[in-house]
């Protein structure tokens, strides 16, 4: 049994919500691309998360997927986090995903 992150995303979070404006402390415009996913975190049921996608990146097709370890990033402070950008790798079982 796998031990990885699993994240799951369904037929119809295959889109993605994009959002952009104007910074008012800046005033430099801004953008941010995500996608619904599930996480499953060993609770009974997956939780709703949002995969962080750079510009001009395709959504990820329904399937489950792993997250891929260059996801994460140690901060200034050595603390572990998520980086700015969320690879997806497709898991073993979903022969469909790695074409």
Sequence with gaps: MSKALII????????LDIREGVSAKTQKPWKMITQIGYAHTGDKFPIQMKIKMQDGQPFYPAGKYELSPSSLTVN???????GREMILIPCSGN???NK
């Design 76 to 82: 200034p402070y050595g603390d572990l986090e998520l």
């Design 8 to 15: 799951e995303v369904f037929k119809e979070n295959e889109s």
């Design 95 to 97: 022969p469909e995903l």
